[in-house]
């Protein structure tokens, strides 16, 4: 590969990134954070911190958001298909709700001591209002026309 085709490569991409809504890129970064997080904590972090932070935020923190790096990706860079890809993420988010609505309903059960069987009234915060809040958001106005941009005939 030439510099002349990398540069323009570069510049593609740069253009894709730049033209994309700001709500859309820090979904992107966030997913990324926790998922790179959570992934760090299961390899690194020793087992009680772990012990820990599973009444909160469920068995595996990034869950849904590690699904859907790759379709907030394809958000940015495919054109054609935008109104499509984000009902993938949005579908990945209401698997998350499901999941936290299931786990809310299953709590004051028996435990038996074991921190991965016990479930903290603060978990529907990671489960059910954060994915509820990227649903929200990713559906703004802003994302809507952005969605709707790669039919118009003068869009990328």
């Given at each position: 590969m030439n510099a002349h085709s990398e540069a323009g490569l570069l510049r593609r991409i740069?253009?894709?990134?730049?033209?994309a809504p700001q709500v859309l890129l820090a979904y992107i970064i966030f997913a990324?954070?926790?998922t790179f997080t959570d992934f760090g904590l299961h390899l690194l972090a020793p087992e009680s911190l772990q012990a820990r932070l599973v009444p909160y935020?469920?068995?595996?923190?990034s869950m849904c958001y590690a699904f859907t790096?790759?379709?907030?990706?394809?958000?940015?860079?495919?054109?054609k298909v935008r109104r499509f890809v984000r009902l993938g993420i949005s579908f990945q988010l209401l698997l998350q709700i499901a999941y936290g609505v299931h786990k809310i309903l299953q709590m004051g059960g028996?435990?038996?001591?074991?921190p991965y069987l016990t479930i903290s009234p603060w978990q529907c915060v990671w489960t059910i209002v954060l994915p509820s809040f990227w649903i929200i958001v990713l559906h703004s106005p802003r994302m809507n026309r952005y969605c709707r941009q790669?039919?118009?005939p003068?869009?990328?």
């Open positions: 740069r253009e894709a990134v730049v033209a990324v954070v926790v935020t469920g068995w595996i923190a790096i790759f379709i907030a990706f394809m958000l940015v860079f495919q054109h028996e435990t038996f001591g074991n790669a039919n118009e003068n869009a990328a």
